[in-house]
């Protein structure tokens, strides 16, 4: 029964993720930057690494659900979050290298590549508060079903952490599309962890 109840868990929270990205790619980011009185663009470049978060995590668990193993899949899901809270402050670390830049660029005058670093910022946040939220919502599967981390396999996590930040990694805010979804009601994140806002996995 416990791992019934796991595995149904799971598929809960592969179902939210399911209507956030879709909300991601069926609203345009246009919405987000007149609630927040933003430009479009940085706005965009906000909702494409929310998506691209979402995207990874739903394909992810999805891939995990298919292991008819309830151990593999407890591990997978545990190695998951360790690997979402590495990723979210590996890039909060990169994000105050940035902030430095930026106002260090403020006060030359170079202002081109002061707006340059501030969509780069923008990301990076974005990343950030993509990677608490999910942390966040697969801590609370694992708290809520009780379960505890199998022994095995632990070497090949570290792994998986570095290949997953190499993937996101490769983005380029240059490509962001004009045009991102998220509708203006789910434009702000509902769950908090620590002082940063964080975006959600919508909930009904």
């Known amino acids: 029964m416990e791992s019934e109840s796991f595995r149904s868990r799971l598929l809960a929270v592969i179902q ?3 209507r956030a990205l879709r909300l991601y790619n069926n609203t345009g980011s246009q919405s987000i930057a007149r609630l927040e009185g933003t430009s479009p663009e940085l706005s965009a470049a906000q909702v494409a690494e929310w998506r691209e978060m979402n995207s990874l995590l739903l394909r992810k668990l999805t891939e995990s659900a298919e292991s008819p193993s309830t151990k593999k899949l407890v591990y997978d899901v545990f190695a998951l979050r360790n690997e979402f ?3 979210w402050r590996t890039s909060e670390s990169e994000m105050v290298q940035l902030q430095r830049e930026l106002i260090a660029s403020g006060e030359r005058g170079d202002f081109i590549k002061a707006s340059t670093l501030a969509i780069k910022l923008v990301s990076l946040k974005a990343r ?3 990677g608490q939220a999910a942390h966040h919502e697969l ?3 694992i708290k809520r079903s009780r379960v505890v981390r199998p022994a095995e396999e632990l070497s090949e996590e570290g792994a998986t952490v570095l290949s997953t930040i190499e993937l996101l990694d490769d983005q380029s805010v240059d490509e962001t599309p004009s045009i991102a979804a998220a509708a203006t009601s789910y434009a702000r994140p509902k769950l908090a962890v620590g002082a940063g806002k964080v975006i959600p996995l919508k909930r009904r």
């Open 85 to 87: 809270q590495s990723l």
């Open 128 to 130: 950030v508060q993509a």
């Open 139 to 141: 801590d609370l599967l």
């Open 16 to 18: 939210k993720s399911r």
